[in-house]
């Protein structure tokens, strides 16, 4: 069993930024990657960035050059989000895979095993 659990949302204006963190509790030796992703308003859930284990990742072209994924050594993972626009308002969640990104679509959300809450996250303009 993995728990996962997102903190660091909130409301910014746009321009702003926002540091989401995700705490994994459980055992990490099966996880080779951790996707965020966000259900914005009218919207199916997408993925936003993932993280594997060698620190490889990958970029929604949405939030290329905007957001930053990253991951410390005691299980936790971040999100740090810049320039942020109201486009960018929804629920973010962070999720496991078992698989890394040789192995299909890493922003398909089927394939993650364990999701966390979400974090609401609201751009004003």
């Known amino acids: 069993q993995v728990d996962l659990v997102e903190s660091g949302g909130g409301s910014v204006q746009a321009g702003g930024s926002l540091k989401l963190s995700c705490a994994v509790i459980g055992k990490m030796y099966h996880i080779y990657l951790i996707g965020w992703f966000r259900q914005t308003p009218g919207k199916e859930r997408e993925g936003v960035a993932a993280i594997d284990n060698g620190g490889i990742t990958r970029y929604a072209d949405s939030v290329k050059g905007r957001f930053t994924i990253s991951k410390d050594n005691a299980n936790g993972f971040y999100l740090e989000m810049n320039n942020l626009n109201p486009e960018d308002t929804g629920v973010y969640y962070c999720?496991?895979?078992?698989?890394?990104?040789?192995?299909?679509?890493?922003?398909?959300?089927?394939?993650?095993?364990?999701w966390g809450q979400g974090t609401q996250v609201t751009i004003s303009s």
């Open positions: 999720a496991t895979r078992w698989f890394g990104f040789d192995r299909g679509d890493w922003s398909a959300e089927y394939h993650y095993a364990y």
